[in-house]
């Protein structure tokens, strides 16, 4: 089995709804997302997927949201825009197109302090 990790950041805020804290608050955070790619082929180059093509893609998804109030955001208007629905979101925007006979992601990480984060795996 062959593993492909790319991390990237940004910066967004968001407040938790049901909260009751200060995360309920308006404020922002510098998030790091992890995002491990799994598969047990590779592909006639010799790679299970190009780092380039990993970061092209979570770049799609990061200019959604960087710099952005993240409720303000589709599918975060209806749902809590938590380190879980955000790692939810990553792995469901990233697995769209993918060769899903030979790769999946199997996991993201979504990092909202150096020392917390949550963890996607389908």
């Avoid at 938790?16 to 922002?28: D, Q, T």
């Avoid at 510098?30 to 299970?48: C, F, H, M, Q, S």
């Avoid at 990061?62 to 209806?78: A, G, R, V």
């Avoid at 899903?100 to 993201?108: G, H, K, L, P, Q």
């Amino acid at each position: 089995m062959f593993e492909v990790c790319v991390q990237q950041s940004f910066a967004a805020g968001h407040s938790l709804r049901n909260y009751r804290g200060k995360c309920e608050n308006v404020h922002g955070h510098n998030y790091k997302i992890e995002v491990i790619l799994r598969g047990e082929a590779l592909d006639a180059t010799g790679l299970l997927v190009d780092f380039v093509e990993v970061k092209r893609r979570m770049n799609e998804v990061i200019d959604y949201l960087d710099h952005q109030y993240i409720n303000d955001l589709k599918p975060f208007d209806e749902i809590n825009p938590s380190a879980e629905n955000i790692a939810w979101f990553f792995h469901r925007r990233l697995s769209e197109g993918l060769d899903s006979d030979r790769i999946a992601v199997a996991e993201v990480k979504v990092w909202e302090t150096d020392v917390t984060y949550a963890v996607y795996r389908p």
